[in-house]
């Protein structure tokens, strides 16, 4: 990746994200901006109307505009990131005000500091589109979950794409162990699973082993720990702020983390191979899972037998087919020799995860592109707001 985007794709010069700007005179909703900044990691610019300074306003990645400066902007180049503060929930003139500017949001505080404070982190941050995040099951113990995941993300990150891998199998042995790097410097699952609230996704990035151009989130080799929902949801959220691929490999057993887990996914993959039992055991798995990921996909893994071909598989299980995966009789001993899972080009499990990102990701821009933010206290501003109606949460 070239550079870091903000929330709304502006680019500050040499790729870094800008600070984000305050426009009022109101002290006291100042002071309570700065506080919030502050929380959020961030170092903004006040100013009391449409700053003086050519550029400003256009480079700011995020503009916080107190409802007594509205007035002041009108006329001024309309822009998305920008957010209209008050604190009167009854003072419907403040969606007439929002439409003069062209706000993208109107907020109240105290109610929506929560939610402004993360917007404002974003745009420390320099968040652009999240990251696509995929999944991958085993229909049964042994299918292959783990390699497959190991080698979707290798041929992300082989392609340019900033990719990191998180291991959410404690039982599993370690994907760093998968990809040679169990000796590599970098935090492990037992550094974060005290985490909560919110882990900068970029902290979270430099923090982990780098292996095969990617990041890995991996266990150590002590005593098992339990990741609770709160840390798996922090650390999930920071990985995909970070954009590009997240993958994730998830053990069969849902606990209240796993579970975490697979609502942030935006594709599951269940990998089953071609026999009656795993068909057996994989329709007890994706009844789980389908209740929690939206976008649920089998994954056949050959030689197909039994009478069984990869379609009649899928229909069984009545989830859409992502592929049939060829057996590759290599893999043991390129394991041996230090290589990783999909290292070989010309491999079958290389060439299934070249097809699906070719597939997944295009479709996986366009509905990121399409998508709002989510927030109870934060309403988008529409044409009703001007009437004095409220917008609709964000959605």
Same mark, same amino acid.
């Given at each position: 990746?070239?550079?870091? =985007? =903000?929330?709304?794709?502006?680019?500050?010069?040499?790729?870094?994200?800008?600070? /984000?700007?305050?426009?009022?005179?109101d002290?006291?909703?100042?002071?309570?901006?700065?506080?919030?900044?502050?929380?959020?990691?961030?170092?903004?610019?006040?100013?009391?109307?449409?700053?003086?300074?050519?550029?400003?306003?256009?480079?700011?990645?995020?503009?916080?505009?107190?409802?007594?400066?509205?007035?002041?902007?009108?006329?001024?180049?309309?822009?998305?990131?920008?957010?209209?503060?008050?604190?009167?929930?009854?003072?419907?003139?403040?969606?007439?005000?929002?439409?003069g500017? *062209?706000?993208?949001?109107?907020?109240?505080?105290?109610?929506?500091?929560?939610?402004?404070?993360?917007?404002i982190?974003?745009?420390?941050?320099?968040?652009?589109?999240?990251?696509? &995040?995929?999944?991958?099951i085993?229909?049964?113990?042994?299918?292959?979950?783990? &390699?497959?995941?190991?080698?979707?993300?290798?041929?992300?990150a082989?392609?340019?794409?900033? &990719?990191?891998?998180?291991?959410?199998d404690?039982?599993?042995?370690?994907?760093?162990?998968?990809?040679?790097?169990?000796?590599?410097?970098?935090?492990?699952?037992?550094?974060?699973?005290?985490?909560? *609230?919110?882990?900068?996704?970029?902290?979270?990035?430099?923090?982990?082993?780098?292996?095969?151009?990617?990041?890995?989130?991996?266990?150590?080799?002590?005593?098992?720990?339990?990741?609770?929902?709160?840390?798996?949801?922090?650390?999930?959220?920071?990985?995909?702020?970070?954009?590009?691929?997240?993958v994730?490999?998830?053990?069969r057993?849902?606990?209240?983390?796993?579970?975490?887990?697979?609502?942030?996914?935006?594709v599951?993959?269940?990998?089953?191979?071609?026999?009656?039992?795993?068909?057996?055991?994989?329709?007890?798995?994706?009844?789980s899972? *389908?209740?929690?990921?939206?976008?649920?996909?089998?994954?056949?893994?050959?030689?197909?037998?039994?009478?069984?071909?990869?379609?009649?598989?899928?229909?069984?299980?009545?989830?859409?087919?992502?592929?049939?995966?060829a057996?590759? /009789?290599?893999?043991?001993g390129?394991?041996?020799?230090?290589? /990783?899972?999909?290292?070989?080009?010309?491999?079958?499990?290389?060439?299934?995860?070249?097809?699906?990102?070719?597939?997944?990701?295009?479709?996986?821009?366009?509905?990121?592109?399409?998508?709002?933010?989510?927030?109870?206290?934060?309403?988008?501003?529409? =044409?009703?707001?001007?009437?004095?109606?409220?917008?609709?949460?964000?959605?």
């Open positions: 990746m070239t550079g870091t =985007t =903000t929330s709304d794709g502006r680019q500050a010069a040499g790729g870094q994200p800008g600070r /984000p700007l305050i426009v009022t005179e002290e006291g909703l100042l002071d309570d901006l700065l506080r919030l900044c502050a929380a959020a990691g961030a170092e903004p610019e006040v100013a009391p109307g449409l700053p003086a300074e050519r550029g400003r306003w256009e480079r700011a990645p995020l503009v916080l505009v107190g409802d007594d400066a509205a007035h002041r902007l009108r006329g001024a180049v309309r822009r998305e990131g920008v957010l209209l503060i008050g604190r009167d929930l009854d003072d419907h003139e403040i969606w007439r005000q929002a439409v500017i *062209g706000a993208d949001h109107v907020l109240h505080l105290p109610d929506a500091e929560t939610w402004l404070v993360d917007r982190a974003d745009a420390a941050e320099g968040v652009g589109r999240q990251a696509l &995040t995929v999944g991958v085993g229909g049964r113990g042994g299918a292959g979950a783990s &390699t497959l995941a190991c080698a979707l993300a290798l041929s992300a082989r392609s340019g794409r900033r &990719t990191m891998l998180i291991d959410g404690p039982l599993g042995g370690g994907l760093d162990v998968l990809l040679g790097g169990e000796a590599a410097e970098g935090l492990r699952w037992p550094a974060f699973a005290e985490s909560r *609230g919110r882990v900068g996704g970029g902290a979270l990035e430099e923090s982990l082993p780098e292996l095969h151009s990617l990041r890995v989130l991996s266990w150590d080799r002590g005593d098992a720990v339990v990741v609770p929902a709160e840390a798996m949801r922090a650390v999930l959220s920071a990985a995909r702020r970070r954009g590009g691929v997240v994730v490999d998830l053990p057993r849902i606990d209240d983390g796993v579970a975490e887990a697979l609502a942030q996914l935006d599951g993959l269940i990998v089953v191979p071609a026999e009656l039992r795993a068909v057996a055991s994989a329709h007890r798995v994706a009844s899972v *389908g209740l929690v990921v939206r976008d649920l996909r089998v994954v056949v893994r050959g030689p197909c037998g039994s009478g069984l071909d990869d379609e009649e598989i899928a229909r069984l299980l009545d989830l859409p087919l992502a592929g049939e995966l057996a590759e /009789p290599s893999l043991l390129a394991f041996g020799a230090g290589a /990783p899972p999909g290292s070989s080009l010309r491999g079958p499990l290389a060439k299934f995860c070249a097809r699906f990102w070719s597939q997944a990701l295009p479709d996986a821009a366009a509905a990121s592109a399409g998508a709002g933010d989510h927030s109870r206290a934060g309403k988008r501003v529409s =044409t009703g707001a001007a009437r004095g109606l409220d917008g609709g949460v964000t959605g």
